[in-house]
């Protein structure tokens, strides 16, 4: 909001004991991406915005998660469990730096948007002191009530609280709160815990912005944007309203999908114009896609670039590192790790391409192996341009393959081959002996062989 610093607190110390899991609750994933990394790309950033993350004691996964995502937050530890308003005090340093607008979210709500957090700091800017994000909820029973007067917020009224008839009330809380920077704390600090747990609550910084005659508005929403995780049920309902999400945001964007529903994205997947996805594909963090590439169906990608008007699959598997030139062709049963491959190559049936640079338009037949791994080491195979790899043929890296070189079908390669040169089958024999005299070559050095 132009003109206005601001402080953006995420509270995500729960452990989420209820997701029955050793992993901290907001490092679970949707979408590819974590609880935590959802709400900190929301919130605002840029000059003026400042970012107070409130996690748990020996959370130190979360803290890099932090650190990695927003370099620029600083991360505050709640040590002791005595509720909403007692965490958001965990950050007194940073609240009483005094933004102009202080927001408080929940790192366990991966689907708020940077628009309803600019929509929360806009009355602020009016003179309100506090907001209030709210939503009409299906089944209100166990969300506290918002209980408006006009256009004011008078009350919330948790649920064990409630009167017959404010139960009636589908207006409910979602917890997500934007103060007035500058009378942030001392609302914050008037909170009682006057309650049958005795813990402070930031809702009711309501009735302390009333006594203070000091205005509380509400700001609405879906039930959706709002969604909490605290079990592994509503992870999996959060993943289905964010895939919904992204798979109509990519065909608002001109990707075709011929049947959407069947179809996952990651939250940062990238199309370029008129690219087609077929049915049952999987595409991981990390994954671009450029002008008129197709995805046939089955097909699963990570962390990859694929090139304009490539092709891939069916039931092909790019890992990461993969990177498809224009026109490149990835086939059936066809996985790559590691691999660029230039404008034109075709690997169309059966191959594994594992740390491997092939030149434009080469050519790698079917049940070709990239012999990337000899137990102790990776190593390179590099295929020059034009070249053809016949089929059934292992290339035992590290090697090289020259430019429009010709290796036939059933060959074991564990040798360079020149440019334009021939190349056919080694003995089995030479081989098996070449093989056990880098073994004993590594084992003369202390290595032993790992799991491949």
């Not at 089958?425 to 050095?445: F, I, L, P, V």
Request: aromatic share 4%.
């Amino acid at each position: 909001m132009t003109g206005r610093t601001s402080l953006t607190i995420v509270l995500a110390a729960g452990e989420g004991t209820r997701m029955q899991s050793s992993m901290p609750k907001v490092l679970h994933p949707v979408a590819g991406r974590s609880l935590l990394a959802h709400v900190l790309e929301a919130a605002p950033k840029g000059a003026g915005a400042s970012l107070a993350v409130v996690i748990g004691p020996d959370h130190g996964a979360v803290a890099e998660e932090i650190k990695r995502l927003r370099p620029d937050a600083t991360t505050f530890v709640q040590r002791e469990r005595l509720g909403t308003a007692h965490a958001v005090l965990a950050a007194r340093d940073a609240i009483a730096r005094g933004a102009d607008d202080l927001l408080v979210v929940f790192g366990d709500t991966p689907l708020i948007t940077a628009a309803t957090f600019a929509r929360m700091r806009a009355p602020l800017k009016n003179g309100a002191a506090l907001a209030v994000l709210g939503f009409h909820a299906a089944d209100p029973t166990g969300y506290g009530r918002l209980l408006v007067e006009g256009d004011q917020l008078v009350a919330i009224r948790e649920q064990a609280d409630a009167t017959p008839a404010e139960r009636t009330i589908k207006l409910s809380n979602a917890g997500v709160m934007a103060f007035d920077g500058h009378k942030a704390l001392q609302v914050i600090e008037e909170i009682g815990n006057a309650n049958s747990k005795g813990e402070y609550y930031l809702s009711d910084a309501v009735g302390v912005v009333r006594q203070l005659g000091l205005e509380a508005v509400v700001i609405e929403t879906s039930e959706d944007e709002v969604r909490g995780i605290n079990t592994k049920t509503q992870l999996a309902e959060a993943e289905q309203v964010m895939q919904t999400r992204l798979r109509q945001a990519a065909l608002d964007a001109g990707v075709t999908m011929v049947a959407p529903e069947t179809v996952y994205l990651a939250a940062d997947t990238r199309f370029g114009s008129d690219v087609t996805i077929e049915p049952f594909v999987v595409i991981g963090p990390g994954v671009t896609i450029a002008d008129g590439a197709v995805i046939h169906s089955f097909s699963h990608i990570v962390q990859s670039s694929i090139g304009k008007k490539a092709s891939v699959g069916p039931y092909a598997r790019l890992r990461p590192g993969t990177s498809l030139g224009e026109g490149a062709r990835i086939g059936n049963f066809v996985e790559t790790k590691a691999a660029t491959l230039e404008a034109g190559v075709k690997v169309n049936h059966l191959s594994y391409i594992g740390d491997t640079h092939i030149g434009a338009g080469a050519n790698v037949g079917a049940g070709t192996i990239t012999c990337n791994y000899d137990g102790f080491d990776k190593h390179r195979t590099t295929i020059g341009s034009g070249a053809f790899v016949g089929s059934n043929s292992s290339l035992v890296a590290p090697v090289t393959i020259g430019k429009g070189a010709y290796i036939g079908s059933g060959s074991v390669i564990s040798r360079d081959v020149p440019d334009d040169a021939l190349a056919v089958e080694r003995s089995q024999q030479t081989n098996r002996e070449g093989g056990a005299k880098r073994y004993r070559e590594m084992k003369t050095r202390g290595k032993t062989p790992k799991g491949g």
